[in-house]
């Protein structure tokens, strides 16, 4: 199964009424438990890294495994730039194949998103690569010190946003956040239903760890289209390392890292079920 557009995928979710998981990965172990996840569900996914996490997992090491991997795998996988910042890393994950990138100019004023997403629309048609944007501001980081207020996304804003540059997905702004969230986020479902019944743009939510199945159902019946899990499957794979180290006395690579990629495989896999209404 080849490498996909995500813009293929969301038409998939969005005619099966399901989501896409859009998991983030950072090494060969959270890419092997993803793909396995995806495989034994026998249902397409999104392998995904943002900018920032790039400081852990270079673009010119993880790249190409993500693409390796994706032309490898029995279902359709889509590579995604997450929470692309600079023009010129959205330039580049394009360059090593990368089938979808987002800019995220959620902290520019409107007009500065909608002329550099506008850019990114245009750098993207020339390798027929899907683009997501982000209106509004989820909370939270993203491999960033700085925690962003939530701002949730208006949804006449939204409209003109989607109609005038053209991006195949919005990522909205609902009271969700990157990272665990202290308690439990109240989202706003009000919001969502008035972006979804204006807008024809698959929505995006982001800040998947930690939500509720019951909130992602609710979500996925008002328009969103791809989930973004990231820490639940970080966090799933140090505290499987931390288990093993802490069961043995020499631990050993050739044991720990089978473990990791379970611990990530049984994440997605988790998620999965939920993302496809099983
Ligand atoms: P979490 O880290 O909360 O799962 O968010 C993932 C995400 O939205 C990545 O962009």
């Given at each position: 199964?080849?490498l996909?557009?995500?813009?293929?995928?969301?038409r998939?979710?969005e005619d099966?009424?399901?989501a896409v998981?859009?998991?983030?990965?950072g090494?060969m172990e959270?890419?092997?438990?993803?793909?396995?996840?995806?495989e034994e569900?026998?249902?397409?996914?999104?392998?995904?890294?943002?900018?920032?996490?790039?400081?852990?997992?270079?673009?010119?090491?993880?790249a190409?495994?993500?693409?390796?991997?994706?032309?490898n795998?029995?279902?359709p996988?889509a590579?995604?730039?997450?929470?692309?910042?600079?023009?010129?890393?959205?330039k580049?994950?394009?360059?090593?194949g990368?089938?979808?990138v987002?800019?995220?100019?959620s902290?520019l004023?409107?007009e500065?998103?909608?002329?550099?997403t506008?850019?990114?629309c245009a750098?993207?048609?020339?390798?027929?690569?899907?683009?997501?944007?982000?209106?509004?501001?989820?909370?939270?980081?993203?491999?960033?010190?700085?925690?962003h207020k939530?701002?949730?996304?208006?949804?006449e804003?939204?409209?003109?946003?989607?109609?005038?540059?053209?991006?195949?997905c919005?990522?909205?702004?609902?009271?969700?956040?990157?990272?665990?969230?202290?308690v439990?986020?109240?989202?706003r479902?009000?919001v969502?239903?008035?972006?979804?019944?204006k807008?024809?743009?698959?929505l995006?939510?982001?800040?998947?760890?930690?939500?509720?199945?019951e909130?992602?159902?609710?979500?996925?019946s008002?328009g969103?289209r791809k989930?973004?899990?990231?820490?639940?499957?970080?966090?799933a794979?140090?505290?499987s390392a931390?288990?093993y180290t802490?069961?043995?006395?020499?631990?050993?690579y050739?044991?720990?890292s089978p473990?990791?990629?379970?611990?990530?495989y049984?994440?997605?896999?988790?998620h999965?079920?939920?993302f496809?209404?099983?």
């Open positions: 199964m080849p996909v557009k995500m813009n293929d995928m969301l998939w979710a099966n009424n399901c998981g859009a998991f983030s990965v090494n959270m890419i092997i438990g993803a793909i396995k996840a995806a569900m026998n249902t397409p996914i999104i392998l995904q890294i943002a900018e920032k996490r790039m400081k852990q997992s270079p673009m010119h090491l993880i190409p495994m993500m693409v390796s991997a994706a032309k795998a029995k279902v996988v590579v995604h730039l997450d929470h692309g910042l600079t023009f010129e890393c959205i580049t994950a394009l360059e090593y990368f089938t979808s987002m800019l995220d100019g902290l004023p409107f500065e998103n909608i002329e550099l506008k850019k990114v750098e993207a048609s020339r390798y027929g690569a899907t683009v997501e944007a982000e209106l509004g501001v989820v909370g939270g980081n993203e491999g960033d010190t700085a925690v939530i701002t949730c996304t208006d949804p804003k939204a409209l003109e946003f989607c109609e005038k540059t053209g991006v195949d919005l990522a909205v702004a609902i009271g969700n956040a990157h990272g665990n969230y202290p439990l986020p109240e989202l479902f009000d969502l239903e008035s972006i979804y019944k807008v024809s743009t698959p995006v939510l982001h800040g998947g760890t930690g939500i509720t199945d909130m992602f159902r609710k979500a996925i008002l969103i989930i973004n899990i990231a820490t639940a499957s970080f966090d794979l140090a505290m931390k288990k802490s069961t043995v006395e020499k631990p050993d050739f044991t720990l473990d990791m990629a379970d611990a990530v049984e994440n997605v896999k988790k999965i079920k939920i496809l209404n099983k």
